[in-house]
């Protein structure tokens, strides 16, 4: 009985194939953390504009601006300094890689109820990613300021 060892060539192909599946599986990871990490920061997101939501549905005046022509702005960096009790945990929640902006987009009022007066507030929440800025938004309805009160009935 002979006992034959592996030559350098059978050595070298397996080292090859190994290497061929390793890189394969390496892409796959790589692409799985960049896909994370987008989905983190989109959540981060919308948590942040439903934050904004709440309170613009809960009347906070200091979110509201008052014309439709000059839209509140908070800076990346800034949000964490103006809404201290906005949750931040982990590594999306640092909140200076966001920036917010609330748009008056006007009175609202639907076909059903034409004599309640709302005002639609656009909130938009944008972030960096290497490829450029990525935003999302949703539309909220609150305080009516034209007239001074909330949910005002129009007679």
Same mark, same amino acid.
């Given at each position: 009985?002979?006992?034959?060892?592996?030559?350098?060539?059978?050595?070298?192909?397996?080292?090859?194939c190994?290497?061929?599946?390793?890189?394969?599986? *390496?892409?796959?990871?790589?692409?799985?953390?960049v896909? @994370?990490?987008?989905?983190?920061?989109? /959540?981060? !997101?919308?948590? &942040? #504009?439903?934050?904004?939501?709440?309170?613009?549905?809960?009347r906070?005046?200091s979110?509201?601006?008052?014309?439709t022509?000059?839209?509140?702005?908070?800076?990346y960096?800034?949000?964490?300094?103006?809404?201290?009790?906005?949750?931040?945990?982990?590594?999306?929640? *640092?909140?200076?890689?966001?920036?917010?902006?609330?748009? @008056?987009?006007?009175?609202?009022s639907? /076909?059903? !109820?034409?004599? &309640? #007066?709302?005002?639609?507030?656009?909130?938009?929440?944008?972030?960096?990613?290497?490829?450029?800025?990525?935003?999302?938004?949703?539309?909220?309805?609150?305080?009516?300021?034209?007239?001074?009160?909330?949910?005002?009935?129009?007679?």
């Amino acid at each position: 009985m002979s006992t034959r060892g592996l030559t350098i060539i059978e050595v070298l192909i397996a080292i090859i194939c190994l290497a061929v599946a390793l890189t394969a599986l *390496n892409a796959s990871m790589v692409g799985s953390i960049v896909q @994370n990490s987008s989905t983190g920061q989109l /959540s981060q !997101a919308i948590q &942040i #504009v439903n934050y904004l939501g709440r309170r613009i549905s809960g009347r906070d005046l200091s979110l509201l601006p008052s014309t439709t022509t000059t839209p509140l702005n908070w800076a990346y960096g800034s949000l964490r300094t103006n809404f201290p009790d906005l949750p931040q945990a982990g590594n999306f929640g *640092n909140l200076d890689g966001y920036r917010a902006t609330i748009t @008056n987009r006007g009175n609202w009022s639907h /076909s059903a !109820a034409p004599n &309640i #007066v709302l005002t639609q507030y656009r909130i938009q929440v944008c972030w960096r990613t290497t490829e450029a800025e990525r935003c999302t938004d949703a539309d909220t309805l609150g305080f009516n300021q034209s007239n001074g009160a909330a949910d005002v009935i129009v007679n």
